[in-house]
């Protein structure tokens, strides 16, 4: 029985660890990415993570930000295509601007932990692992393209689709 | 019984730490919320407005028929349909016949000579309607246009007709500013822009031809980013547009614009059309501050030149940076007191790249017009749709029309309203 018990103990400490209490790291992460989140997210997702409808998605509790920890990094590295997005038959029309070249592993794993812990949403923490792991073959540039394109001249007639 | 104890601490435990292990799981998604909270609408003395109704979703543009009944085109399908007719049998102002047809999604709708013309987000529909009954034969229904980009952003085929058998159709371009790299901070404007001859313009088909695409349409006008809002001025026989403005002036070029001349800037502007118009996008905006159309920054724009601005067709009207004008009416109606008579209602459908100052908007103005240009300030009409909190709007105003009568109609994209706006005083 004692032995039992003991295991017991150890489970449910195992077990606290999965939990939404957050390790103190944690928490300075949150107050990091909360500075990444208004610099380079809230323009879009707005102030309370709810999104513009039709154009920019909410934040709260969508699959995208509870889910896989790695594909969530992809998207903040590589960006999105309009209307990539749906939720309830709704598309969502904006891009999401590749922000992988503009952020480091470190600014993005805090944006994720805050925006995971924040506008009603409860998850683990993202770190720099996980997003190091999501750089590799991102399809977005490593840098901003800063380079003109060659100027062509503009065609008269109009492109066929 | 000690066997039986144990086993079932030590199921509680894996159990517990199995729910604990899928915290962030999705099974138990929440739907994305709307906003909560209604709100009333206000207008001027003597204006009464009457809630048709408010569950149609995502209710774009408006069109009456000559007997009275309002179609709404839906962005996103309601019980599979795309359009619904509103017919009030009764006169108390809300329809008690509410019928749904069409399979395609999208903005555009509009009545003319015995048509209802309607548009995907790559085509254009159009049917027969009997003015006196309101009927749609659907079976009459016609493309008329087909093949036209939908990249997303800046989606809507919005419509109009002229009185010469012509339509003339929004191809917003899928692009902010044509940057390289859309949207991405640091990223330098295209030179030319390779979007404007598929987009960023307004299309002319013949009304009455089949299957019509790039090929057989002409690009009417060009240089506007994206045109939600725009209606044939009747009084003086011109097409004119509301452009919805570039974004991210603060958030890409903070060493040039703070955060409150992001909000303020650029102008949403109203456009006087003729063929050939070239209104500037990408290359230029309106600065409001500057009181300018000046060389945007990703074209080499340091707020104070213009450059081959200078060339390019001027704005008419000039309103606050990111309202969205999503409709415009040139009201031609004699119920309302007479410096209302054509005139034009603009929806507002409010802001959003304001933030992270308040957002604006959410209201419809009146300007008013004598012989095609505007001769008054412009005024807000009917304000009130945000509700308690602008930064998370109730409604958002998207449509307008008018009936034969000369009643003012509004529809709200959000939740799907319709408001008929009544003008009972002296």
């Known amino acids: 029985m004692k032995n039992i018990l003991i295991i017991a103990a150890f489970f449910f400490f195992v077990t606290s660890s999965f939990s939404a209490i957050q390790p103190p790291g944690v928490k300075a992460s949150i107050e990091r990415g909360k500075k990444v989140y208004t610099a380079t997210c809230l323009a879009c997702h707005q102030a309370d993570g709810l999104g513009v409808e039709r154009m920019n ?3 709260e509790k969508t699959k ?77 540039p490593a840098t901003v393209v800063k380079k003109q394109p060659v100027k062509t001249p503009v065609k008269k007639a109009p492109i066929k689709q | 019984m000690n066997r039986l104890k144990c086993f079932s601490i030590l199921s509680a435990c894996i159990i517990s730490m199995a729910g604990s292990a899928t915290a962030s799981d999705t099974s138990n998604l929440v739907k994305p919320r709307t906003a909560a909270a209604d709100a009333v609408i206000t207008l001027p003395a003597g ?13 774009r543009h408006i069109a009456v028929a000559p007997n009275g009944d309002v179609f709404v085109k839906l ?9 619904y007719q509103l017919h009030d049998s009764n006169g108390d102002g809300k329809p008690d016949q509410v019928t749904g047809f069409g399979k395609y999604k ?24 009997d003015p006196k009954t309101g009927k749609v034969n659907e079976a009459s229904v016609q ?38 790299q859309d949207r991405v ?19 002319q088909f013949k009304a009455d031809k089949l299957n019509q695409t790039y090929a057989t349409g002409t690009r009417y006008a060009t240089g506007l980013r994206n045109v939600v809002g725009l209606d044939w001025n009747n009084e003086v026989n011109d097409l004119y547009v509301m452009q919805h403005g570039r974004d991210m002036l603060f958030q890409f070029y903070p060493e040039m614009y703070d955060q409150k001349a992001g909000a303020e800037n650029p102008a949403e502007e109203m456009f006087r059309i003729k063929k050939g ?71 507002f459908h409010g802001s959003w790249n304001r933030s992270p100052e308040p957002q604006a908007g959410y209201y419809v103005v009146f300007v008013p017009f004598k012989d095609g240009i505007p001769s008054g300030k412009w005024e807000i009409f009917a304000d009130g749709f945000a509700g308690a909190d602008i930064n998370r709007a109730a409604y958002k105003p998207c449509g307008l029309a008018q009936d034969a009568e000369g009643s003012l109609y509004i529809s709200d994209d959000s939740k799907g309203t319709i408001w008929k706006i009544n003008y009972n005083g002296k």
């Open chain 1, 57 to 59: 998605p909410p934040l």
């Open chain 2, 185 to 203: 901070k640091g990223s330098p404007g295209q030179d030319p822009c390779p979007l404007l001859d598929s987009a960023g313009g307004i299309w």
């Open chain 2, 47 to 59: 204006f009464s407005s009457i809630k048709m109704l408010g569950n149609l979703g995502r209710a």
């Open chain 2, 106 to 129: 999208g903005t555009g709708i509009a009545i003319k000579n015995g048509f209802l013309y309607a548009s995907s987000n790559t085509e254009v529909f159009r049917y027969k309607m």
């Open chain 2, 75 to 83: 962005d996103k399908l309601k019980d599979g349909k795309g359009i």
């Open chain 1, 64 to 140: 995208w930000v509870l889910g896989n920890k790695k594909a969530l990094a992809k998207i903040v590295i590589n960006g999105l295509k309009g209307g990539e997005i749906e939720i309830d038959g709704d598309n969502f029309h904006n891009p999401m601007p590749p922000q992988g070249a503009q952020l480091t592993d470190l600014q993005i794993a805090d944006v994720l932990t805050y925006v995971r812990n924040n506008f009603g949403n409860k998850a683990s923490a993202v770190i720099e692992a996980d997003v190091k792991a999501a750089r590799i073959n991102a399809t977005a």
């Open chain 2, 143 to 180: 493309k008329i246009v087909t093949g036209l980009w939908d990249k997303q952003q800046h989606e809507s085929k919005s419509l109009t007709l002229d009185n010469e058998g012509n339509i003339y159709v929004n191809i917003g371009a899928p692009s902010n500013d044509c940057q390289v």
């Open chain 2, 277 to 347: 118009s070239d209104c500037g996008w990408p290359y230029c905006y309106f600065d409001n501050d500057k009181n300018a159309k000046l060389l945007n920054p990703e074209y080499g724009g340091d707020r104070s030149k213009a450059g081959r601005c200078e060339e390019k067709t001027k704005s008419i009207l000039q309103f606050p940076g990111h309202l969205a004008p999503n409709g415009l009416l040139f009201y031609t109606g004699s119920k309302f007191p007479a410096k209302y008579k054509n005139g034009a209602f603009i929806a």
